[in-house]
């Protein structure tokens, strides 16, 4: 009842006049940044933390929030009327949303992704409103061994949900980030470590100015390298769907929504996996008819992507708010803007802000209130800034990204750090390294480091408890099967069983 | 192969995205913050649109624009930082 009447309070105190204006511009301007090719929800997150770092912490969250699901579903527009995903969240998008605008259909497909992505976030919320609350409560209970074996799984489920093709560049580049976050001070008797002999380095590498970097210098220069996109040709006719039409998949819709948002709460797996997920699950639980027409603008497989995607937004917030642990790459930037405010996440947070994750849910929905407005509003004229050529956009981004990265504690080797971290990013990148694992690594380096130490201490050096206690056991063995799971041994012995049994079947 | 990467078009705009975007960071702190800025984003415009096969006199527009872009840019995110958020710039 307390939680109740605290989130009723939450919702009543954020619809004033300044928070409502707040979230109209700052969901536009999501809105205008995951429509554009190359701008991520991530680089948007992080840009706008170096503008509100002056604001009250509560005026900033609720900036970043609509920030991050503005963009998350800006990118629908793009990846309906450009066949190019503005965020990778939207890549899933594509495969329905373009067909339909071929078709002359685009005003529909906008409409159904807006509606999507609406009643995405709203399951999202209510599912953040519900779990955050009970995982805190369970993780107040969770130690440092805990801790220790949930940075590890974090690092090795996200590089293996990032890289399906080859999960142990997923684990590499998580590993290169836990090496970066060990350079520095070290947290608990500041000593310093990997620094060189440079002042610089001992301060350690920040998060946001390699984030900038990894997300907006890389992007520039990968946008750069192609030659411009063509919009789709077509009338954008009426936006504003028939509900009809869409809740006629609300099977789809609920399905969507909680694998979203559960696909949203582990750890560094972000929005992209959950449009796919969501959108190959629509597509298997489809009649066979049905099925066929998936790819070539089939409303149900448009409506599972952005319901989906949206819908992990929320679901990536509870790990932030209950573990600190950042559920996707917007998130972590979110994390680390919650952390400049003051603003300690984690089990404790139900002691310190027991009102904050409220809070936090009376956001979201604002947020998700002001996108559906957006997004079905001005359709016609935002399709513009579509054409923007990118040799005048990116000048002015990357300026942003380097004042950005200056600006937190205005000094230069910040600078240096988003420098080299794009150009890096861009060379992994290339190479088919995906950058969720790394800066997920980054984040998580400092926790591990200190949990682990901690916990040493705390057992004489014995490192029994981390297989003993009964919750480290379990995700020490998920874990394991995880790693086991993708090994080609694993799969033949599993071949080898499999073959056994058919046999004794026939026999 | 390796002739093909360099001289790929797509190659040739990576090589000269990074090294003005390289240049303009090695050279904050030298030189002023706002003259800088609006040379950067005007040089950068002009690279990837200024045609040296074409005459200047058919592309003067395109210069007027890069030089009004990047006046425009490096002026409000100076006055943003500077004044709103009281960021001394480099």
């Known amino acids: 009842m307390i939680g109740l009447k605290m989130l009723f309070d939450a919702v009543i105190g954020i619809f004033n006049p300044r928070s409502i204006f707040d979230a109209l511009w700052a969901t536009q301007l999501g809105i205008i940044i995951g429509m554009l090719p190359g701008l991520t929800a991530t680089m948007g997150v992080a840009l706008l933390t170096t503008l509100t770092f002056n604001m009250a912490p509560n005026n900033a969250i609720l900036i970043l929030i609509c920030m991050y699901i503005g963009a998350i579903y800006g990118g629908s527009r793009s990846a309906i009327l450009l066949n190019i995903p503005g965020t990778p969240a939207n890549a899933a998008t594509t495969v329905d949303g373009y067909p339909l605008a071929l078709k002359g259909e685009a005003g529909r497909a906008i409409g159904i992704a807006t509606t999507g992505s609406f009643l995405g976030s709203l399951i999202g919320m209510l599912a953040l409103a519900i779990f955050t609350p ?5 993780a107040l209970s969770f130690q440092s061994f805990e801790f220790f074996w949930f940075s590890i799984f974090g690092i090795v489920i996200c590089g293996n949900l990032t890289a399906p093709k080859d999960p142990l560049k997923g684990w590499i580049a998580g590993f290169l980030g836990l090496f ?3 350079i520095g001070m070290e947290g608990i008797h500041a000593y310093v470590r990997f620094s ?8 350690g590498i920040s998060l946001i100015p390699a984030m900038v970097g990894a997300f907006g210098f890389a992007e520039i220069i990968t946008v750069m390298r192609f030659t411009k996109f063509e919009v789709v040709k077509t009338k954008i006719g009426r936006v504003m769907p028939k509900w009809r039409d869409v809740f006629k998949y609300w099977k789809t819709i609920i399905r969507s929504g909680l694998v979203g948002t559960f696909i949203g709460a582990i750890p560094g797996v972000g929005e992209d996996i959950a449009a796919w997920v969501s959108y190959d699950l629509a597509k298997r639980s489809a009649p066979p008819e049905r099925r066929e027409t998936f790819g070539k603008g089939n409303e149900e497989g448009l409506l599972a992507a952005e ?11 509870i790990p932030v708010l209950t573990l600190a642990i950042p559920g996707s790459a917007p998130a972590a930037v979110l994390l680390g803007a919650m952390l400049i405010h003051g603003i300690r996440p ?8 027991p009102t904050f994750i409220y809070e936090v849910v009376a956001m979201v929905l604002l947020a998700t209130i002001a996108m559906y407005v957006l997004g079905l509003s001005m359709v016609r004229s935002l399709v513009k800034v579509l054409l923007i050529p990118r040799q005048k956009l990116m000048p002015v981004i990357f300026v942003l990204c380097v004042v950005g990265s200056y600006a937190l504690q205005a000094r230069l080797f ?20 995906p950058m969720a694992p790394m800066v997920l690594g980054i984040i998580l380096g400092d926790i591990l480091d200190k949990n682990l130490r901690r916990a040493l201490v705390l057992s004489n050096g014995s490192l029994v408890p981390f297989f003993t206690r009964p919750i480290c056991l379990g995700i020490f063995l998920v874990t394991l099967f995880v790693i086991v799971n993708r090994t080609v041994w694993f799969k033949q012995f599993v071949g080898a069983i499999k073959g056994m049994f058919a046999r004794k079947a026939e026999g | 192969m390796v002739k093909g990467f360099f001289t790929h078009e797509s190659t040739n705009r990576m090589v000269k995205t990074v090294l003005i975007c390289v240049l303009y960071s090695l050279l904050l702190g030298h030189v002023n913050f706002v003259l800088l800025t609006t040379l950067f984003i005007f040089v950068f415009v002009l690279t990837f649109e200024y045609l040296f096969r074409e005459s200047f006199r058919a592309q003067a527009r395109k210069v007027l624009m890069a030089a009004v872009l990047a006046i425009i840019t490096s002026g409000a995110v100076y006055g943003v930082f500077f004044y709103l958020f009281l960021v001394n710039l480099p």
């Open chain 1, 196 to 203: 060189f002999g440079s002042t610089e380095l001992s301060g």
């Open chain 1, 134 to 138: 009970l995982i805190g409560s369970v």
């Open chain 1, 414 to 433: 910040d600078v240096g750090v988003m420098i080299v971290f794009g150009l890096l990013g861009f060379i992994l990148r290339e190479m088919e390294y």
């Open chain 1, 346 to 353: 984690g089990p404790l947070i139900l002691v310190e802000f």
């Open chain 1, 180 to 182: 970066v976050a060990m």
């Open chain 1, 307 to 317: 319901t989906g995607n949206n819908a992990c937004v929320p679901g990536a917030i």
